[in-house]
C-alpha cells in the first residue's frame, strides 16, 4: 500500500513538469483534441501554471496526509484516500479552470465535471459495500453468509468446522474486494490454492468452514470473536465442529 501511495503522488508531481505551454497542444487532455479556432478560446498560458501548481500541491499533500493516515489509523483508512482524495481533488480543479476555457470548449470541463462526480458516487459505493459486515446466520440446518459473495451452507455442504489462529498465504485476489484487513471474495494461496475470504475485521483467530467439495471459507467477523461463533456453531452442529 505504501509504494501505491508513493508512486501516485510521484506521478502527480511529474505531471506538473510534463505538459508545458509549447507542448500542451499534443499531452493536454481536452485541449489536444480541440482545432486551433477553439484553442484561442483558452488562456493556455494562464492555464498551465493554474496546472503545474494545483499538480505539485496534489502531489505533496496526498503523500503527506497518505502516509499520516496509513501511520495513525491503518491501512484502510489510507486506502480509502487513495480512492476519493484525488476525485474530490479533481473536482476542485475542473471547476476552478472553467474561467480559463470559453466558448464551447468549457463545454469539455463541464462534461468532465459530471463524469468525476458520477466516478465518486460510484467509488463511495463501492467502499460502502465492502466494509458493511457480511454477517453469518446460523440456522438449524445451515448456515448463511450474508452480504457480497455470501453464500449459503446445508448442513450435507459441510464438512468441517475449524478455529485457526493463521491464513494461508495470499498471493493474489482473482474476484473480490481488499482494503486493508478487510477482504472479501476469491483468492490464490501460495500453493495455488483458491479460497474464499470473508474477513470483516482483523482477527487473532478464524473460522475455516471446509465444505464436501474441498472448498475452504475463511470467516471473521466485525463484532463476536471468532471463537464466540465457534461455541454457538458447536451446540448446532456438533458432528461437524473439530
Do not use: C
Request: glycine residues 10%; charged residues 20%; proline residues 2%.
Amino acid at each position: 500500500m505504501l509504494y501505491i501511495l508513493i508512486g501516485i503522488g510521484l506521478l502527480f508531481i511529474g505531471m506538473a513538469f510534463l505538459v508545458t505551454e509549447n507542448n500542451s497542444k499534443y499531452l493536454l487532455s481536452g485541449y489536444n483534441t480541440m482545432s486551433e479556432e477553439e484553442r484561442t478560446q483558452v488562456d493556455i498560458k494562464s492555464y498551465i501554471p493554474y496546472f503545474k501548481k494545483f499538480h505539485l500541491l496534489l502531489g505533496s499533500s496526498f503523500i503527506i496526509i497518505g502516509l499520516i493516515l496509513h501511520y495513525a489509523i491503518g491501512e484502510s483508512a489510507s486506502g480509502i484516500f487513495i480512492g476519493v482524495y484525488p476525485i474530490l481533488a479533481y473536482l476542485y480543479f475542473m471547476r476552478e479552470s472553467n474561467k480559463y476555457w470559453k466558448g464551447s470548449s468549457n463545454k469539455w470541463n463541464k462534461i468532465g465535471l459530471y463524469v468525476l462526480a458520477a466516478t465518486l458516487i460510484l467509488v463511495v459505493g463501492l467502499l460502502a459495500m465492502g466494509f458493511k459486515e457480511n454477517k453469518l446466520i446460523i440456522e438449524p440446518d445451515a448456515i448463511q453468509f450474508q452480504g457480497s459473495y455470501g453464500e449459503t451452507l446445508n448442513v450435507s455442504d459441510i464438512a468441517s468446522v475449524t478455529l485457526v489462529d493463521h491464513l494461508p498465504e495470499i498471493t493474489s485476489k482473482t474476484n473480490g474486494f481488499a482494503l486493508g484487513s478487510i477482504r472479501k471474495g476469491y483468492f490464490k494461496t501460495g500453493v495455488g490454492e483458491e479460497v474464499k475470504l470473508i474477513l470483516n475485521s482483523d482477527s487473532k483467530t478464524y473460522l475455516l468452514f471446509t465444505k464436501t467439495n474441498g472448498g475452504k471459507i475463511y470467516f471473521s467477523a466485525k463484532e463476536n470473536t471468532s471463537t464466540q461463533i465457534y461455541n454457538e456453531l458447536k451446540k448446532v452442529f456438533p458432528e461437524q465442529i473439530e
